[in-house]
């Protein structure tokens, strides 16, 4: 079978491209963190926090490329549905939301244990560039709970386009119910007292840089730079060029005429 190279190349440069736009996961999993509650004790906060909401997550820096948001989502620890409906929201340091949706309750359709709804329009993150994630958590200390994870300070979890900067939370209050908040102060971890119920730790927590609230994750295509599409077109034309002086006829050389006596 005679393969037509022209259009291999075009398939090839097509399928590098797409590669570059694929869509992605801030987070492939919440990290190694504690759930709360855990081992079926709807309790665990009692002693800690006051009924109420909860704004807590993450900051994090996004890489060398620009990131155009699709989805946000949020962690279902058990896979088997909310409880509550659960708003999360992106940010930029400033406290100026970039967008937000609201996960709906019940069992909702999941990718690695996260569920998702899509943005009505993409937003676009800059390179190198700070931003949080955030969720709140309706009715913490009633029961049913859903489940909050704490990573530690050190303890990941790993991020995709984006490295960890630290754990972020917001107002909190008395209603069950209420609106995302901008998660403005870090390292509440560290305000956890002793003399809690079983199961949760009798010593201040690790929070503030390299820790998270999760929670709250985001679905993505990376942005290359015009430079990173130029070189994969430099790469197929210089390859085409090879291909195109290969097929050049070679010109059979003249022989010199016999000699006359």
């Known amino acids: 079978m005679k393969i037509n190279t022209p259009i291999l190349f075009v398939v090839m440069f097509a399928a590098a491209t797409a590669r570059l736009g694929a869509q992605t996961y801030l987070l492939s999993s919440p990290g190694p963190g504690t759930v709360y509650p855990h081992n079926g004790n709807t309790t665990d906060y009692d002693t800690v926090y006051p009924i109420g909401y909860y704004n807590l997550g993450y900051e994090f820096t996004t890489g060398a490329s620009a990131l155009s948001v699709t989805a946000l989502g949020f962690y279902d620890a058990g896979s088997d549905g909310f409880n509550y409906t659960h708003d999360v929201g992106l940010w930029n340091t400033s406290g100026v939301s970039q967008a937000s949706v609201s996960i709906p309750a019940g069992v909702n359709s999941l990718v690695n244990g996260f569920a998702f709804v899509s943005l009505g329009t993409p937003v676009t993150l800059l390179a190198n560039t700070n931003y949080i994630l955030s969720a709140v958590w309706n009715a913490l200390a009633m029961s ?36 995302l908040l901008f998660p403005s102060s870090t390292d509440w971890a560290s305000t956890w007292v002793s003399g809690t119920p079983s199961g949760f730790t009798t010593s201040p927590l690790a929070g503030g840089s390299g820790a998270s609230y999760i929670g709250a994750n985001m679905a993505f295509t990376a942005i290359p730079e015009p430079s990173t599409y130029a070189a994969i077109a430099g790469a197929a034309m210089l390859g085409l060029a090879v291909w195109r002086r290969r097929r050049r006829p070679t010109t059979a050389a003249t022989p010199a005429p016999n000699a006359v006596a």
């Open 144 to 179: 049913p709970q859903d489940a909050l994870r704490f990573n530690q300070s050190g303890s990941g979890p790993t991020l995709t386009g984006a490295t960890l900067v630290g754990d972020r939370y917001g107002a909190y209050g008395n209603s069950p119910a209420s609106a």
